[in-house]
Nanobody, 120 residues
Framework: QVQLVESGGGLVQVGGSLRLSCAAS????????MGWYRQAPGKQRELVAR???????NYADFVKGRFTISRDNAKNTWDLRMNSLKPEDTATYYC??????????????WGQGTQVTVSS
């Protein structure tokens, strides 16, 4: 199975920036979808951004123009670059991957979560 390890969370002031990184235990060429979700206390987990093996990207409306998802195939990582952070961005952020094949079906993988806190 694919193991995902996150890093980059922390405390930042309003308007600041952070970069989150997710490292996969195997080649990301084997992953059909890579992305980031977040969950605040008392709220449902929600999509932040994702990218597919076809290089299609998708962003939640509340992060468009502020966040950017990218990947480094050589390092087997994908990043979430966050700019102009707002207090409502405070949440636990989880990296996510979907691996699908005809033989194995669909498998989802999650990182352990990294805390992002935006001070107001």
């Amino acid at each position: 199975q694919v193991q995902l390890v996150e890093s980059g969370g922390g405390l930042v002031q309003v308007g600041g920036s952070l970069r989150l990184s997710c490292a996969a235990s195997e080649s990301i060429y084997s992953l059909n979808v890579m992305g980031w979700y977040r969950q605040a206390p008392g709220k449902q987990r929600e999509l932040v951004a994702r990218t597919s093996s076809s290089r299609t990207t998708n962003y939640a409306d509340f992060v468009k123009g502020r966040f950017t998802i990218s990947r480094d195939n050589a390092k087997n990582t994908w990043d979430l670059r966050m700019n102009s952070l707002k207090p409502e961005d405070t949440a636990t952020y989880y990296c996510y991957a979907l691996q699908a094949s005809v033989l194995q079906g669909k498998r989802e993988y999650w990182g352990q979560g990294t805390q992002v806190t935006v001070s107001s």
